[in-house]
């Protein structure tokens, strides 16, 4: 079985400061761990993801994440904050990289940015 | 990226109704579709997966009489609530992919209310 923990469930950060939202997985295979952005009462957007090879992803919009096995950890950042950032984020893990599969997600970190 | 898209966007209905919500991928053919529910400041739970032409596989836990998943065309998927109670009210949240795709596509949500 798979699980995901999101530690913090609200993170305030000033406009400008470094965005860190943590994230540790639970897996019993490889995983396969997601980044995902939700905007008040829409869908989940990908921010990016981990699959093989590079343990450092760059995504969308500044993001990145790096994939730490020895520290089951998949943390999400960026280096500067923007009032645009503001919104729920989800951590996911998965057993295969493919679309096709199961995603199981963390509990989301709801980001407010400040000015 | 692709684009899947739901309706209604948000319904409201008597205790003892059905609803039907649909899922669609616009610009793509999904092999996949996946339908979550989400409740307010919480995680998205998988309710059940969907294969083209297939029956769909539910969870463990959720009803698969009360949630209904047809899913009978590659571009559409649809869940219907039977006999909805007031604790089916939630944000129900589908997610479409295909083979060869590296991700699942979210829809924007459905927020079903029932009184």
Same mark, same amino acid.
């Given at each position: 079985?798979?699980s995901?923990?999101?530690?913090?469930?609200?993170?305030?950060?000033?406009e400008? +400061?470094?965005?860190?939202?943590?994230?540790?997985?639970?897996?019993?295979?490889?995983?396969?761990?997601?980044?995902?952005?939700?905007?008040?009462?829409?869908?989940?957007? $990908?921010? $990016?993801?981990?699959?093989?090879?590079?343990?450092?992803? !760059?995504?969308?919009?500044?993001?990145?994440?790096?994939?730490?096995?020895?520290?089951?950890?998949?943390?999400?950042?960026?280096?500067?904050?923007?009032?645009s950032?503001? +919104?729920?984020?989800?951590?996911?893990?998965?057993?295969?990289?493919?679309?096709?599969?199961? $995603?199981?997600?963390?509990?989301g970190?709801? $980001? !407010?940015?400040?000015? | 990226?692709?684009?899947?898209?739901?309706?209604?966007?948000?319904?409201? =209905?008597?205790?003892? *109704?059905?609803?039907?919500?649909? =899922?669609?991928?616009?610009?793509?053919?999904? *092999?996949?579709?996946?339908?979550?529910?989400?409740?307010? &400041?919480?995680?998205?739970?998988?309710?059940? %997966?969907? #294969?083209?032409g297939? &029956?769909?596989?539910?969870?463990?836990?959720?009803? &698969?009489?009360?949630?209904?998943? #047809?899913?009978?065309?590659?571009?559409?998927? %649809?869940?219907?609530?039977?006999?909805?109670?007031?604790?089916?009210?939630?944000?129900?949240?589908?997610?479409?992919?295909?083979?060869?795709?590296?991700?699942?596509?979210?829809?924007?949500? %459905?927020?079903?209310?029932v009184?």
């Amino acid at each position: 079985a798979q699980s995901v923990t999101q530690l913090g469930s609200h993170v305030s950060v000033s406009e400008g +400061a470094l965005v860190l939202l943590r994230c540790n997985y639970s897996s019993s295979v490889p995983p396969y761990l997601f980044w995902y952005v939700q905007y008040p009462n829409q869908g989940l957007q $990908l921010l $990016l993801k981990y699959t093989t090879g590079a343990t450092l992803v !760059k995504g969308i919009n500044g993001f990145e994440a790096e994939f730490k096995k020895s520290e089951t950890s998949f943390h999400l950042t960026k280096p500067s904050a923007h009032m645009s950032d503001a +919104a729920e984020y989800f951590c996911a893990v998965s057993e295969s990289p493919g679309g096709g599969n199961k $995603l199981t997600f963390g509990t989301g970190t709801q $980001l !407010k940015v400040e000015l | 990226g692709a684009v899947v898209s739901q309706h209604p966007s948000w319904v409201i =209905c008597k205790s003892g *109704t059905s609803v039907k919500i649909e =899922c669609r991928s616009l610009d793509f053919q999904a *092999t996949t579709m996946f339908w979550y529910r989400q409740f307010p &400041k919480q995680s998205l739970m998988l309710m059940a %997966t969907s #294969n083209e032409g297939s &029956k769909a596989t539910y969870e463990q836990g959720v009803e &698969k009489d009360k949630f209904l998943i #047809n899913h009978a065309s590659l571009t559409l998927s %649809t869940l219907t609530v039977t006999s909805a109670h007031p604790e089916d009210s939630s944000f129900y949240i589908c997610s479409a992919s295909r083979l060869g795709f590296g991700e699942q596509f979210f829809g924007p949500g %459905t927020r079903l209310t029932v009184l």
